[in-house]
């Protein structure tokens, strides 16, 4: 069964439910909206496997009552380029997850977005379920094993903000900030999230007027994935000595791009990687007691 390019709004239960009386081989639902959905929007919690293949691709979970996906004892689960924003949705009753899977033979969630669940954006048990390559804003992710050990933020999972465009429901837009953390941060060096809303460019990015910033942050390079030159921006909320270097994947120093005692304020350095060949590096930043890492990718 496929469901693609369809929208289900405000439904006060569920938006697509499959049970032991539908039996297929594979459910796969692409670019589709959810808005307002009072519980899970894709539900099966029943014991007996109903769906050997379940593909959940290129959607958008807005506001939501219940949860986004909740998909139990399917044999494949792959939950990709999913843009979860819970928000202030006015079903809510109960705690709130993007994902909750449990006991699937396979579990893969990969290039997602969950933002701002009052709860957890994943929760997932089975045996060694794949969780990587999503950013979570303002929420928590759950990953156990079969053998009951837990996970926080395994992988290249990140805690960040994708600076959505607009999130009110009246003028909608989740496009990500070109500067935002959801940029380039995917498996394949692209953008995390449903890739239907784009990306775009705060117009006030640079505009600060005089302020100094009161924490200190690392932010995603742009462009990235890049060739061969990339603009790398850092907050340094106090003084002090700050180091900025480029690893490979085998945490070995390629170059130091800064090694100096910085002012507080909004500071950008561009790199250039002519030289260097393709594929995924990680630049870090260390300021007084402020350490934060990323990965950029460089593409020829």
């Given at each position: 069964?496929?469901?693609?390019?369809?929208?289900?709004?405000?439904?006060?239960?569920?938006?697509?439910?499959t049970?032991?009386?539908?039996t297929?081989?594979t459910?796969?639902?692409?670019n589709?909206f959810?808005e307002?959905i009072?519980?899970?929007?894709?539900?099966?919690?029943?014991a007996?496997?109903?769906?050997e293949?379940a593909?959940i691709?290129g959607?958008?979970?807005?506001?939501?009552?219940?949860?986004?996906v909740?998909?139990n004892?399917?044999?494949?689960?792959?939950v990709?380029?999913?843009?979860?924003?819970?928000?202030?949705?006015?079903?809510?009753?109960?705690?709130?997850i993007?994902v909750?899977a449990?006991?699937?033979?396979?579990t893969?969630i990969?290039?997602?977005?969950?933002?701002?669940?009052?709860?957890?954006g994943?929760?997932?048990y089975g045996p060694d379920?794949?969780?990587?390559?999503?950013?979570?804003?303002?929420c928590?992710?759950?990953?156990?094993?079969?053998?009951?050990?837990?996970?926080?933020?395994?992988?290249?999972?990140i805690?960040?903000?994708?600076?959505?465009?607009d999130?009110?429901?009246?003028?909608?837009?989740?496009?990500?900030e070109?500067?935002?953390d959801?940029i380039?941060?995917?498996s394949?060096?692209?953008?995390?999230?449903?890739?239907?809303?784009?990306?775009?460019?705060?117009?006030?990015?640079?505009?600060r007027g005089?302020?100094?910033?009161?924490?200190?942050?690392l932010?995603?390079?742009y462009?990235n994935?890049f060739?061969?030159?990339?603009?790398?921006?850092f907050?340094?909320a106090?003084?002090?000595?700050?180091s900025l270097k480029?690893y490979d994947?085998l945490g070995?120093?390629?170059?130091t791009?800064?090694?100096?005692?910085?002012?507080?304020?909004?500071?950008?350095?561009?790199?250039?990687a002519?030289?260097?060949t393709?594929?995924i590096?990680?630049?870090?930043?260390?300021?007084n007691?402020?350490?934060?890492?990323?990965?950029l990718?460089?593409?020829?």
């Amino acid at each position: 069964m496929v469901v693609e390019d369809c929208e289900f709004a405000r439904n006060r239960l569920r938006a697509i439910h499959t049970d032991d009386n539908n039996t297929m081989d594979t459910l796969i639902v692409k670019n589709c909206f959810f808005e307002e959905i009072g519980e899970y929007a894709i539900y099966r919690s029943y014991a007996t496997r109903s769906v050997e293949v379940a593909i959940i691709t290129g959607n958008t979970f807005y506001k939501l009552g219940g949860g986004g996906v909740r998909l139990n004892n399917v044999g494949e689960l792959v939950v990709t380029n999913n843009t979860f924003f819970f928000g202030d949705s006015s079903l809510t009753n109960r705690s709130v997850i993007g994902v909750r899977a449990q006991n699937d033979t396979v579990t893969t969630i990969r290039d997602n977005i969950f933002a701002s669940f009052d709860y957890k954006g994943v929760e997932v048990y089975g045996p060694d379920p794949t969780v990587e390559y999503n950013l979570f804003m303002d929420c928590g992710i759950n990953v156990i094993n079969d053998d009951d050990t837990t996970m926080t933020f395994p992988y290249f999972n990140i805690e960040g903000d994708p600076i959505f465009k607009d999130t009110s429901a009246a003028t909608l837009d989740l496009a990500v900030e070109v500067n935002g953390d959801a940029i380039g941060n995917a498996s394949d060096g692209g953008n995390l999230g449903d890739p239907r809303w784009g990306t775009w460019t705060l117009s006030s990015v640079d505009d600060r007027g005089g302020e100094l910033p009161i924490a200190y942050a690392l932010h995603q390079n742009y462009p990235n994935p890049f060739n061969p030159s990339t603009t790398i921006r850092f907050d340094v909320a106090a003084a002090g000595h700050a180091s900025l270097k480029v690893y490979d994947l085998l945490g070995r120093e390629i170059v130091t791009l800064l090694d100096q005692v910085m002012e507080p304020g909004y500071h950008t350095i561009t790199w250039n990687a002519e030289g260097l060949t393709s594929g995924i590096y990680f630049y870090r930043i260390q300021v007084n007691d402020f350490v934060k890492n990323r990965k950029l990718v460089i593409l020829k």
